[in-house]
Antibody, heavy 117, light 110 residues
């Protein structure tokens, strides 16, 4: 059974940093693109970033370029999102998901990030 | 901002057929396959339709998808109360180099 478990969310002040983690199990992690998607309170889904199987190709939504970094450790079956210079508009539930360009299939339950003073 | 446009809401009575449209452009729907997601209240999204019209294992055949040029549609036939949810279309956008989602549609069962 595919499982994706996010962690690392919480309350952070504007300008602060946070690192999200996603532990994957139930599939061959190193064979799949991986993606982060976020959802602000009461809003729709927004793709944030994705990363190729070997980590050599990464894409970001314009609003996070230069502030967020997606990475992965295939030996640990883990996906990460380093978030710096956080803003109020980054407040959202962040989902880890399996897949990349063609389809994003399985999703984790999400971790809430709140940016507020 | 979303580049795929959906109606904010659709509604129907139990047993009825409803459709949700998703309008895009040549850089997304026009050149890549469309996927649909169902998000029940308070839960993570779930893949409902992939590659325009394919249902993943476990998805009832009441749900069907189609695509034509730069638009796509999701149909729910035999509407049931448990279908009340938010629905999103999505596709890779070659110009933005990103996986774009639709604006989302709330389905209400009257």
């Amino acid at each position: 059974e595919v499982q994706l478990v996010e962690s690392g969310g919480g309350l952070v002040q504007p300008g602060g940093s946070l690192r999200l983690s996603c532990a994957a199990s139930g599939f061959t992690f190193s064979s799949y693109w991986m993606t982060w998607v976020r959802q602000a309170p009461g809003k729709g889904l927004e793709w944030v970033a994705n990363i190729k199987e070997d980590g050599r190709e990464k894409y970001y939504v314009d609003s996070v370029k230069g502030r967020f970094t997606i990475s992965r450790d295939n030996a640990k079956n883990s996906l990460y999102l380093q978030m710096n210079s956080l803003r109020g508009e980054d407040t959202a539930v962040y989902y880890c998901a399996r897949g990349g360009k063609t389809v994003v299939s399985y999703w984790g339950q999400g971790t809430l990030v709140t940016v507020s003073s | 901002q979303s580049v795929l446009t959906q109606p904010p809401s659709v509604s129907g009575t139990p047993g009825q057929r409803v459709t949700i449209s998703c309008s895009g452009s040549s850089s997304n729907i026009g050149s890549n396959s469309v996927n649909w997601y169902q998000q029940l209240p308070g839960t993570a999204p779930k893949l409902l339709i992939q590659s325009n019209s394919q249902r993943p294992s476990g998805v009832p055949d009441r749900f069907s998808g189609s695509k034509s040029v730069t638009s796509a549609s999701l149909a729910i036939s035999g509407l049931q109360s448990e279908d009340e949810a938010d629905y999103y279309c999505a596709a890779w956008d070659a110009s933005l180099n990103g996986y774009v989602f639709g604006t989302g549609t709330k389905v209400t069962v009257l």
